[in-house]
């Protein structure tokens, strides 16, 4: 499953009847620019790490997919340690969900390592 259907909700057999077509004319666009902008990515390599800490340090926020990663430990170890070191650099936070998504934010966000909604105990 790969993870935008993590995001918005995977199986199940869906239907056109299932979704709603927005038109943006109805919505006021008038207002101000964003102050920041949520990134999805894949890691499949080194070379993809430039651009995830690059929008970090812009003071974004990003949900990246490291699925291909699997089978090379070593470069995922050092793809998330370079990542939790931009975290740091920037005073953000960054977590790991699952085997398949990295998720980092920039200054000043923190990431709740518990699901809205699930029980103490």
């Known amino acids: 499953m790969g993870i935008m259907s993590k995001i918005l909700g995977g199986g199940g057999a869906r ?7 927005l038109d943006l ?3 006021d666009t008038a207002r101000g620019e964003a102050g ?3 990134h ?3 890691i499949g390599g080194q070379q993809d790490v430039v651009a995830i800490k690059d929008a970090v340090y812009d003071g974004d926020f990003v949900i990246a997919d490291i699925t291909r990663l699997r089978t090379r430990d070593r470069t995922v170890e050092h793809i998330i340690d ?3 070191q931009v975290a740091r650099e ?3 936070d960054i977590v790991q969900k699952g085997d398949d998504q990295l998720i980092v934010a920039p200054t000043g966000v923190t990431i709740a390592r518990r699901k809205l909604g699930a029980k103490t105990r």
Do not use: K, N, P, Q
């Open 15 to 21: 239907s056109t009847e299932d979704y709603v077509e």
């Open 25 to 27: 004319d109805d919505f």
């Open 36 to 38: 920041m902008t949520v």
């Open 40 to 42: 999805i990515a894949e």
């Open 82 to 84: 370079e990542l939790r």
């Open 90 to 92: 920037v005073d953000g």
